[in-house]
């Protein structure tokens, strides 16, 4: 066999035994782009041939190969008993899986880093019942080092992190702090966000009212516009009976209609049922001894 053969032969048999990159799992990483930079916290969706298919604040990307330095599979927060997962890196380097939040200290060790926050934020937005129950464990735990980025996170892009985020800082927060930023999701396009916000409201106290007020104006989901008057029941502010009676005479719902009653039988004592004008004439004694 000639010389030129012999290495065409070798050249070929290199190829074969060289294996093909393995493909990188569905999950949550840490993306290092070529161009530098702070690593993003993605959701790979796929792994295609020349680029990935990736979530980041809501929104589907598609990311060349050609720009990223690195992935890093991210651990599931507080995943202490866990061993560590190997992981492959774009650049062909192996090792184990980039901590989870509670693995990542912050300045001088004091607290959780941004980052494992910000990959806590991101992991609400995961299917997985266990990720997601991991990372609003976490976030409670650390809420006042993560209060500043739920903040932020009330305007992700999904919906389930806008909710989760709201629900954390009604649980958490305080009405000083936070109901301001709650209360700005009244508005939300998707109706169980607007619901978060109300369950957040209430629990941040009646502060919260004139926002509530303002909301029912406008909420077109009838069961979102029952909890918002079921909140004013619940806080027993006399400031919510006029508001009470004009959303009685204005609202078609008659499940609306009902706990509008009810709200307003607990406020005041008195039992007039559905009967507006009744209502209308105990506001207008009710104005006329306080002007």
């Not at 912050?106 to 990720?131: C, F, Q, V, Y």
């Not at 004139?210 to 909890?227: G, H, I, M």
Request: proline residues 4%.
């Amino acid at each position: 066999m000639s010389r030129a053969r012999i290495l065409v032969c070798l050249g070929v048999a290199a190829l074969l035994a060289t294996p093909l990159a393995a493909k990188e799992a569905p999950g949550w990483y840490l993306l290092h782009l070529s161009t530098g930079g702070e690593p993003l916290t993605v959701k790979l969706v796929s792994d295609e041939k020349d680029f990935y298919l990736m979530s980041f604040e809501g929104s589907i990307l598609r990311v060349e190969k050609s720009t990223v330095r690195k992935l890093e599979r991210i651990s599931l927060p507080e995943d202490e008993k866990a061993a560590p997962v190997k992981r492959k890196v774009t650049d062909g380097q192996a090792g184990s899986a980039a901590p989870g939040p509670k693995a990542a200290a912050g300045p001088g060790g004091a607290g959780p880093s941004e980052t494992a926050i910000r990959d806590a934020i991101e992991m609400l937005a995961s299917s997985d019942a266990a990720a997601f129950g991991k990372a609003y464990g976490f976030l409670a735990k650390e809420f006042p080092v993560a209060r500043a980025q739920l903040h932020r996170a009330l305007g992700h892009g999904k919906g389930r992190v806008r909710m989760m985020a709201a629900k954390l800082l009604g649980e958490k927060g305080s009405a000083k702090k936070d109901l301001e930023a709650v209360s700005g999701r009244l508005t939300d396009e998707n109706a169980q966000v607007r619901r978060a916000a109300v369950e957040a409201v209430r629990a941040l106290g009646s502060k919260g009212l004139a926002s509530l007020v303002r909301y029912l104006e406008t909420e077109t989901d009838s069961s979102n516009r029952k909890a918002a008057v079921q909140t004013m029941k619940i806080w027993n502010d006399p400031g919510a009976v006029a508001p009470l009676v004009n959303l009685l005479a204005r609202d078609r719902d008659s499940g609306v209609k009902h706990f509008a009653v009810l709200a307003l039988e607990s406020l005041t004592g008195q039992n007039f049922g559905k009967d507006l004008s009744a209502w209308q004439a105990y506001l207008g004694k009710k104005s006329s001894a306080n002007g």
